[in-house]
C-alpha cells in the first residue's frame, strides 16, 4: 500500500515564521527591545557546542575505511555543485539576477544536513555507518569550504561587507564552541546524547528565530519588491532541476566506482543533501551585516522542502524493495 505523503512539519513552521515577520515584526526589527542579534547568536554558538558533543571520534575513525564512498560524497556535495552552478555567472553579472545567482551558489556551497540525511538512508536500508560519518564530517568541512566558496564573488557585489568582522563572527560563534564542544565531549557526551532530541529542537528553534529575524530586516528594507512571483516559481523549478542533475549524476558516479547498492544510497542521500540549519547560520555570518539575507536563504528554503519531499518517497519505495526481497512482511 502506498503511504500518505506527509508535509513535513519543519517547513510548516518555517512558513509561519516567515508570515509572522511580515504581519508582526516588531519583535525583529532593528529598535526592536527584544535583543534578537545576541539571542541569534548564542544559539548559533551553542548549535555548534552541542555539534561538537555529538561528534563520536571512533565513528569519524571508522568511517575512514569506506575512503571511496566519502570522496564521492564530499566532492558532490563542496565541488559538484558549485561547479553546476559557477557557469551562469558571467550571464547575470552587474544585473539585478546577481543576488539571486549569488543565493544559489551560497545553497551549492554548503554542507550536508546530518539528521534528515542519517534517518533516509535508515529508511531506505542504505549504508548507515557510512551515511553518519558523511554527514558529521560535512558540516566541519563546511566551515572552511563554504566561506571559500562565497567570499570571491560577496566582494564583487555593490553589498558593503565587514570582512573582518564576517571572519571574526565565523571564529567565535562556529570554530570555536564546536571546538570546545569536542574537547567536553568526554564529560557531556552522554549527557548530549541522552537529550538528542531536546537539542534537535532547540537547533530547530533558532534557526526559526533567525529566519524570522532574516525576513523581517528584509521586509523592513523591501527587499523582495525587486523579486517577483514569476521570479520565485522560476527558482522553485531551478532548485527541482539542480536537485534531479545532481542525484542522476551521483548514482552514474556511484555505478562508475561500483558501488555495492546499501553504498549506491548513501552517496545519492547524503551528495545531494544541503543543510537549512548550516545555511541559516553561515548566512548569518556571511550577510547578516546586510539587508539581503532573505532572498540569500529563498533557494535553500525551497530546496530543504523538495529535498525532504523527494528522498522521503524515494527512500520509503527502496526500503520497501529491500524487504520484499527479503521475504519480511512489512
Known amino acids: 500500500m502506498l503511504k ?34 545576541l539571542i541569534s547568536s548564542l544559539g548559533i554558538s551553542f548549535i555548534f557546542f552541542f555539534y561538537g558533543l555529538s561528534l563520536s571520534p571512533q565513528a569519524l575513525k571508522d568511517g ?14 563542496f565541488l559538484l555543485f558549485p561547479i553546476l552552478i559557477l557557469p551562469f555567472f558571467p ?40 551515511a553518519i560519518f558523511n554527514a558529521s564530517i560535512s558540516g566541519i568541512i563546511g566551515i572552511v569550504l563554504t566561506p571559500l566558496w562565497m567570499l570571491p564573488f560577496i566582494k564583487q557585489t555593490d553589498v558593503a561587507f565587514n570582512f573582518s568582522a564576517i571572519y571574526f563572527q565565523l571564529i567565535t560563534e562556529i570554530v570555536i564552541p564546536l571546538a570546545l564542544g569536542l574537547l567536553l565531549r568526554r564529560f557531556l557526551g552522554n549527557w548530549a546524547l541522552k537529550h538528542k532530541r531536546t537539542l534537535n529542537k532547540f537547533d530547530k528553534t533558532i534557526i526559526l528565530l533567525i529566519i524570522y529575524k532574516s525576513f523581517v530586516q528584509s521586509f523592513e528594507d523591501d527587499i523582495f519588491s525587486s523579486v517577483s512571483l514569476l521570479e520565485m516559481l522560476a527558482m522553485t523549478g531551478l532548485v527541482l532541476i539542480l536537485f534531479l542533475v545532481v542525484y542522476s549524476l551521483t548514482g552514474w558516479i556511484g555505478k562508475r566506482l561500483k558501488f555495492s547498492h546499501a553504498d549506491q544510497i548513501t552517496n545519492q542521500f547524503c551528495g545531494t543533501k544541503k543543510s537549512l540549519v548550516h545555511g541559516t547560520v553561515f548566512s548569518e ?10 532572498i540569500i536563504l529563498l533557494p535553500l528554503m525551497f530546496y530543504h522542502a523538495l529535498q525532504i519531499l523527494i528522498i522521503s518517497v524515494i527512500a520509503t519505495k527502496k526500503g520497501n524493495e529491500v524487504v520484499q526481497g527479503l521475504g519480511i512482511r512489512d
Open 64 to 77: 575512514l575505511k569506506n575512503w571511496k564512498l566519502h570522496i564521492s560524497v564530499q566532492a558532490s556535495t
Open 91 to 130: 550571464l547575470v553579472k552587474n544585473t539585478s539576477y546577481e543576488i539571486l545567482w549569488l543565493a544559489f551558489l551560497f545553497m551549492a556551497a554548503l554542507p550536508s544536513t546530518v539528521s534528515s540525511s542519517v534517518v533516509m538512508v535508515s529508511m531506505a536500508k542504505g549504508n548507515l555507518p557510512g
Open 4 to 37: 500518505k505523503i506527509r508535509i513535513d512539519s519543519f517547513v510548516i513552521a518555517i512558513i509561519i515564521s516567515i508570515i509572522i515577520a511580515y504581519f508582526f515584526p516588531q519583535f525583529g526589527a532593528s529598535d526592536s527591545p527584544v535583543p534578537m542579534d
Open 285 to 294: 555570518a556571511l550577510f547578516g551585516q546586510t539587508s539581503i539575507v532573505g
